[in-house]
């Protein structure tokens, strides 16, 4: 079927943790950004738009996306404009999607990125429940902790120290509210992803066993 998509580029404030703030760049205005979920054969229309009051150009390279850059050569924009480009998904899996305007990796580190999804043909089998999880580091001139707007620090990052590790770009984005619940006997499906863009990600459940694991994301399975 054909699908139609918007996606705009916010640079915001936000809360990193308690009483400190970071300058985000953000697909859709969350880290990670919105997830996107299509299926094999799907014919996209996809408009990314790049907020008037951001300050840099931005694009999107959709590992999903067979062609120049994943998109990212259809997609370069600039503050206050939008490109339009068409895709079809050929290939089932669970894909990455970033920024890749150089430098790529500090574009990466501020949050640009998130994850797309191309159900096989007939889709997925139902669940209970699913839930969106990717992990990010972040480097900040002030160590971890410190108060007030961080600004980031590009030395830290080639040097690969974060100053936070975290799901969902803030320290404690999925606990309290936003906790990850469930009921004995429900299904539950994790979409898991490593935004990065430097430290590997050893995502696990302490007391639960999966019962199957998509292997990158792919067709290979890895039961209980």
């Not at 985000?24 to 990314?48: A, C, H, K, N, Q």
């Not at 990212?72 to 079809?88: L, Q, R």
């Amino acid at each position: 079927k054909k699908l139609i998509l918007n996606m705009e580029i916010l640079e915001k404030v936000g809360t990193m943790t308690d009483g400190t703030t970071y300058n985000y760049w953000t697909f859709g205005g969350s880290v990670p950004g919105s997830f996107i979920r299509t299926r094999v054969g799907d014919e996209v229309e996809f408009t990314l738009s790049n907020h008037p009051d951001n300050k840099l150009p931005h694009n999107i390279d959709l590992h999903a996306v067979t062609g120049p850059g994943g998109g990212a050569e259809s997609s370069f924009v600039a503050p206050g404009h939008e490109k339009t480009f068409s895709f079809k998904t050929l290939n089932p899996g669970l894909f990455v999607y970033h920024c890749a305007t150089a430098p790529v990796g500090m574009h990466i580190a501020n949050g640009m990125y998130g994850l797309i999804l191309v159900e096989p043909e007939g889709g997925l089998p139902q669940v209970d429940k699913e839930y969106y999880i990717m992990q990010g580091d972040f480097y900040t001139k002030g160590k971890n902790g410190d108060r007030g707007l961080q600004p980031f620090d590009m030395q830290k990052a080639v040097d690969e120290k974060a100053d936070y590790v975290v799901f969902n770009g803030s320290v404690g984005a999925l606990t309290g509210d936003n906790a990850l619940t469930a009921k004995v006997g429900e299904t539950v499906r994790l979409y898991i992803g490593n935004g990065g863009p430097n430290l590997v990600s050893s995502f696990h459940v302490i007391g639960e066993i999966f019962d199957k694991v998509h292997v990158e994301g792919g067709d290979l399975i890895n039961e209980n």
